[in-house]
């Protein structure tokens, strides 16, 4: 027997597959709006770039990538800049470096962590790809750590694509970021989230695009974090939670083997 056909019009593009995978892990409403704390945005400390602790792990494909294709005394545009962890490291070659970022304090971070490394760096607040007319093209962009929330993908990127003359650098985490706090889902709102495989599915979306994606894996070496105030803290403000359940939360992080960590450098030609 044949199998059965698809109807006409019902395949579905990867960037729909994108955009459902990132609403199968929304956060439903109700629990959302009965957080006792609200989620808020990342401390940016959290993202600071720490030169004497990335000095120690290996050199991520990502940073060779964005070194190869920079002129010396080129220009860099990060997006999602956070503390400048992506950028600042490419400051050996890099005579500008614009960080664009949605969050005033992340900002204000990066600007005062390049003037203590000496890199000149300007800035633009708003968030990608609204503010990318006020932009001017870049020999690289980079963007690390930025689009596990991005619903308009195909604009992100073709915005991004647009003010590189060289190359785009992209790094993701194989998984999303919180997805080691998943089975914490299950235990405090009886909820099973979907896993969700970032790194192929942001490719998929490249080459859906035309756009002739080269990608290298590395796999960063488990890191056991310490269980402070300040991490179960985070914990329980992504898991829209009160402080009366810490101590599930402590036993969950205590209990918990660190993990290697697989990241994903994905690269192409700009278009500027």
């Known amino acids: 027997?044949?199998?059965p056909t698809k109807p006409e019009g019902t395949e579905v593009s990867p960037g729909d597959r994108w955009r459902r995978a990132i609403n199968s892990r929304a956060v439903p409403r109700a629990i959302g709006e009965d957080a006792p704390q609200p989620h808020g945005p990342s401390d940016p400390e959290r993202f600071r770039w720490r030169p004497e602790q990335d000095a120690q792990e290996p050199v991520r494909p990502s940073r060779l990538r964005a070194l190869e294709a920079l002129p010396d005394q080129g220009?860099?545009?990060d997006v999602g800049v956070g503390g400048?962890?992506?950028s600042l490291g490419l400051a050996s070659k890099a005579a500008m470096i614009t960080g664009v970022d949605r969050h005033e304090g992340?900002?204000?971070l990066f600007e005062a962590t390049a003037r203590a490394s000496g890199v000149q760096v300007q800035t633009v607040l708003g968030r990608w790809p609204e503010v990318a007319d006020e932009v001017e093209p870049a020999d690289v962009a980079v963007c690390?750590?930025?689009i596990y929330d991005v619903l308009d993908i195909?604009?992100?990127?073709s915005a991004l694509t647009s003010r590189a003359r060289r190359r785009?650098?992209?790094e993701v985490c194989a998984t999303p970021p919180d997805a080691g706090v998943d089975p914490l889902w299950k235990v405090l709102h009886g909820i099973e989230r979907l896993p969700r495989m970032v790194g192929d599915d942001v490719q998929t979306v490249l080459v859906s695009m035309g756009l002739a994606v080269e990608r290298e894996d590395i796999v960063l070496p488990a890191r056991k974090q310490a269980v402070?105030?300040?991490l179960v803290s985070l914990v329980r403000r992504r898991l829209h939670v009160g402080a009366d359940r810490d101590q599930e939360i402590v036993e969950f992080l205590n209990a918990r083997a660190p993990e290697a960590l697989p990241v994903i450098a994905l690269w192409w030609a700009g278009g500027a």
């Open 1 to 3: 027997m044949a199998p």
């Open 75 to 77: 220009s860099v545009l």
């Open 84 to 86: 400048g962890a992506s």
């Open 106 to 108: 992340m900002l204000e």
């Open 144 to 146: 690390h750590h930025a």
């Open 154 to 157: 195909e604009d992100f990127i």
């Open 168 to 170: 785009v650098v992209l």
């Open 228 to 230: 402070t105030p300040k």
